[in-house]
């Protein structure tokens, strides 16, 4: 059973401060990896996706990598803002049978970026 | 473009009685995708539909959750009775299916249940 864990759990940081978010996955055959936003009382907004042949992706001042074989991937934020601040869900889709494209979610980091 | 719809947005119900959530995907999107999130607990997938196919139920909790997608379109998932344990935030997500590859995918923003 894929179980995806999410480190740190929360991170409070200065404005300006460039930012890694940790997720780690158990079952390393996965289709695809996704990181979400999700704003508060708000639905989840899909920032990232990497199939599991790639090794990154990026937009604007997100980066995700991907280490499909030791189960890993990184959300890099560069130069953090205000705005930033919101929780941060990874998740991966399994490349197994019937099961194939569900999503299974970490817990999320939550992100506070301070003026 | 419009996005993943959800309706309603909150819905605060009894123990016992029977409520009905609805999910309107992206125009097009084959694939869609019901999701659970309970208090303190992470985002569980909960049943997937190709078109009006039920293609994974396997996360459905048990019986008293039926849901469905009459003419590939909208979705609907029904409560019924419910249960303390049904709170929390349901979502619908869903993506385009481009011969068999499975997308991004897209997430509405929720519906808040609330059993008393």
């Known amino acids: 059973k894929q179980e995806v864990t999410q480190i740190p759990a929360a991170l409070s940081v200065p404005e300006g401060e460039n930012l890694v978010l940790n997720c780690s996955f158990t079952?390393?055959?996965?289709?695809?990896l996704q990181w979400f936003r999700q704003d508060p009382g708000k639905g989840l907004t899909s920032l990232l996706l990497?199939?599991?042949?790639?090794r990154e992706q990026t937009s604007g001042r997100l980066n995700a990598s991907l280490d499909k074989s030791s189960g890993r991937s990184t959300l890099y934020i560069a130069a953090s803002q205000p705005g930033d601040s919101a929780t941060y869900l990874c998740?991966?889709?399994?490349?197994?049978?019937?099961?194939?494209?569900?999503?299974?979610f970490g817990r999320g980091t939550q992100l506070t970026v301070w003026p | 473009e419009a996005g993943v719809t959800q309706f309603p947005s909150h819905s605060v119900i009894e123990k016992g009685q029977t409520v009905t959530l609805r999910c309107d995907p992206i125009?097009?999107?084959?694939?869609l995708y019901w999701y659970r999130r309970v208090m303190g607990k992470e985002i569980k997938f909960l049943l997937h539909?190709?078109?009006?196919?039920?293609?994974?139920e396997s996360g459905m909790p048990n019986n008293r959750f039926l849901a469905e997608r009459t003419g590939g379109t909208y979705s609907t998932l029904k409560v019924q009775p419910a249960e303390l344990e049904d709170s929390g935030v349901y979502f619908c997500?869903?993506?385009?299916?481009?011969?068999?590859?499975?997308?991004?995918?897209?997430f509405g923003p929720g519906t808040r249940l609330t059993v008393l």
């Open positions: 997500a869903s993506s385009q299916d481009s011969g068999g590859f499975y997308n991004e995918q897209f």
């Open positions: 079952d390393s055959a996965i289709y695809n």
């Open positions: 990497i199939q599991s042949s790639q």
């Open positions: 998740a991966v889709s399994t490349d197994r049978g019937s099961t194939l494209g569900r999503l299974y």
């Open positions: 125009s097009g999107h084959d694939n």
């Open positions: 539909f190709v078109k009006e196919s039920k293609q994974d």
